[in-house]
């Protein structure tokens, strides 16, 4: 398989292509498209040209992330910093609109923040996550890292456990760097990991919130048969999975691109054909139920010509030799958008970032064979390879802005 028999256009056809569409809804993950990943997620930067560049696509513009838009590690900070001032962002409306915590919390660009569909009781439990990960990680990291004293103990701690509001994290890459090649040793921290969050799982039920919460894997191998997000194992130049997230149930990018697209439409006709109270814990949770209600209750004429834009895609050979094991946190929003093309006659683009040259091993564009990425069989093909990285898609992302707004001028 050749990056050619996926990769359909390149980035100045679809500038043309986007530069005059009517109706159009650039739909964009954030960390490794238009961020580049690093090991400590406080280190993160944005440019103010993108943010700028996000502004100018008002109304045809919303992020869709696992990540968190408030807290001290929200990309509201980033937003803050890009622009050196953190009242210009409020006063002038330059935050990012659209979903975060994978659908749960949304935001508009003054940054107004709402969680439609989340209890309090959820919401509580959610604050004590982060010190609940803290105390399982002390009890069972020194058996697998004994040369750790009790300093370096507390700074992995620190920089392992995200502790966001809606989606607490645990992220191993730090602790990946301290043996980067040491498969077998990376492999136990992942076994550890997986241990470690099916304690809280199993927590969270003993309080009564047994289908509240559900574990996301970054980067997964898909969904085993009981629906739960399978590990990459750690390989040879390829660590696999580096974070578990404990997020809300229903809080998947799926249904987040629906909600967004029954906003689109509400702002552009003053009308929500899913209903004004849809959100990601009301809406389907399956592939063929969501894409079932979309063609049952919004008109054609009215759905969006829509852009996705992701890094997180995976595909790797089933060791049992049948078929391939697919996944990545991209994915199903990527494969949704472009069956919604399909369905409702829209030429639907999927936009692939390579997110490889940051500080996470990620799988890279740069051969074109999309070894680990896609396979010959995948049903999700991508329209538009960057293989730049986050600094070429951040480029064309604030080309193309300010080429519609001239033409809106």
Request: charged fraction near 20%; hydrophobic fraction near 40%.
């Amino acid at each position: 398989m050749t990056a050619a028999t996926l990769v359909r256009m390149d980035l100045a056809s679809l500038h043309r292509e986007l530069v005059d569409s009517p109706d159009l809804l650039i739909v964009q993950d954030l960390d490794g498209v238009c961020i580049p990943l690093v090991k400590d997620p406080l280190t993160r930067t944005l440019s103010p040209e993108y943010v700028q560049a996000a502004a100018r696509l008002r109304g045809s513009f919303a992020v869709l992330t696992n990540g968190e838009h408030e807290g001290r590690r929200g990309v509201n900070r980033l937003v803050e910093t890009a622009l050196g001032d953190s009242a210009i962002a409020r006063s002038q409306g330059l935050y990012l609109p659209g979903l975060a915590a994978g659908g749960v919390q949304f935001q508009d660009e003054f940054g107004h923040v709402t969680h439609p569909g989340v209890s309090e009781s959820e919401i509580s439990f959610l604050a004590s996550v982060p010190e609940r990960m803290k105390a399982l990680m002390s009890s069972m990291l020194p058996a697998l890292m004994p040369e750790l004293n009790d300093e370096q103990l507390a700074v992995e701690l620190e920089l392992a456990v995200l502790d966001t509001q809606l989606s607490p994290t645990i992220n191993l890459n730090h602790l990946f760097s301290r043996t980067p090649d040491d498969v077998a040793h990376q492999r136990r921290l992942q076994s550890m990991l997986e241990s470690l969050m099916q304690q809280l799982m199993a927590m969270a039920v003993a309080e009564g919130l047994q289908d509240s919460f559900f574990l996301h894997v970054a980067p997964n191998l898909g969904r085993d048969s009981l629906g739960h997000e399978r590990l990459k194992p750690a390989e040879q130049g390829n660590v696999g999975s580096t974070d578990i997230q404990f997020m809300l149930r229903g809080a998947i990018k799926e249904a987040g691109l629906l909600v967004l697209i029954n906003r689109h439409i509400q702002a552009r006709t003053g009308t929500a054909p899913l209903g004004e109270e849809f959100n990601v814990r009301t809406a389907p949770h399956d592939h063929a139920s969501l894409l079932a209600l979309c063609k049952q209750r919004i008109p054609v004429d009215q759905m969006p010509h829509l852009v996705g834009v992701g890094d997180t895609v995976t595909s790797t050979i089933n060791p049992s030799g049948d078929g391939w094991l697919r996944g990545g946190s991209d994915r199903g929003f990527l494969t949704l958008l472009q069956e919604l093309g399909c369905s409702f006659g829209r030429p639907n683009r999927v936009v692939l970032v390579d997110s490889s040259a940051g500080e996470v091993d990620r799988p890279s564009l740069a051969d074109g064979s999309l070894a680990g990425i896609s396979d010959p069989e995948d049903p999700l093909h991508f329209d538009v390879c960057i293989p730049g990285g986050p600094e070429a898609y951040v480029n064309w992302f604030s080309g193309l802005s300010k080429s519609r707004s001239e033409l809106t001028a």
